[in-house]
C-alpha cells in the first residue's frame, strides 16, 4: 500500500534526522568506514550488498560446472533470442524521454516476439520444409528464452561468486571484515538508542 510505503519512508527520515542531530561523529565514522570498504570492493567489481552471503568453494564449482555443460542451452536461446532483445533495447535509446522509455520497452517487447517467433518459424518451415520440425521449433522458442535468461543470472552469481572467494582469501580479507562488521556494529548501535 502507497500509504504505508510513504509512513515506512517518513519513519526513516525521522530516524536518520535524531541519529544525525544525536550522534554525527558516529555517523561520520560510519561513512568513512563504508567509503572506504566500496573503494576496495569495487576495483573488485563487488558491491557491499554482495558480502551478506560467505561464498561456497564447493557451491560455486558445481555451479561452475552446471554453466559449462548447459551452455548449448544459453547459446540456442542467445541466438534466437538476439534480434528481439536488442532490437527493441536499440530503439528505446532513441527516445528522450527517460519516462517514456520503460513503457515504449514494453510495448516493443511484447510486439516484437511474437513476430519474430512467427518469422523464425517460417524460416525454419522453408528450410526442412516439415511442418513438425517447425511446430517444435516454435514451442522451444518461449522455454529457451527463460532458460537462456536464468543461465545469464545464474553465470553472473557465478561470477561474483568466484570474485567473493578471491577476495575473502586476500590479505584484504581481515580489513574487509572490520569495516563490514564496524558499519553493521555501528548502525546496530545507533537504531537501539
Known amino acids: 500500500n502507497e500509504a504505508d510505503g510513504f509512513y515506512a ?3 526513516f527520515v525521522d530516524l536518520y534526522d535524531k541519529v544525525i542531530e544525536s550522534s554525527p561523529e558516529t555517523v561520520v565514522e560510519i561513512n568513512d568506514d563504508f567509503q572506504k570498504l ?15 552471503k560467505k561464498p561456497s568453494i564447493p557451491l560455486a564449482l558445481a555451479e561452475a560446472l552446471l554453466l559449462i555443460i548447459t551452455f548449448p542451452v544459453f547459446i540456442y536461446g542467445w541466438v534466437n533470442h ?25 510495448v516493443l517487447t511484447m510486439l516484437f516476439f511474437p513476430i519474430f517467433y512467427l518469422l523464425q518459424t ?10 513438425w520440425i ?11 528464452a527463460i532458460l537462456s535468461w536464468k543461465w545469464k543470472n545464474l553465470f553472473q552469481r557465478t561470477v561474483i561468486d568466484f570474485r567473493k572467494i578471491k577476495l575473502f582469501n586476500s590479505a584484504m580479507a581481515t580489513q574487509i571484515n572490520r569495516f563490514y562488521n564496524n558499519i553493521i556494529q555501528k548502525t546496530n548501535n545507533l ?3
Open 82 to 106: 538476439l534480434l528481439p532483445f536488442q532490437l527493441p533495447l536499440y530503439l528505446t535509446r532513441r527516445v528522450k524521454d527517460e519516462i517514456f522509455q520503460t513503457s515504449f520497452l514494453f
Open 134 to 144: 517447425a511446430i517444435g521449433y516454435f514451442v522451444t522458442l518461449p522455454l529457451f
Open 191 to 193: 537504531i537501539n538508542q
Open 38 to 52: 566500496s573503494k576496495i570492493l569495487k576495483a573488485r567489481k563487488l558491491a557491499i550488498g554482495n558480502l551478506v
Open 9 to 11: 519512508d517518513r519513519q
Open 122 to 131: 517460417a524460416v525454419v518451415w522453408m528450410l526442412f520444409a516439415n511442418g
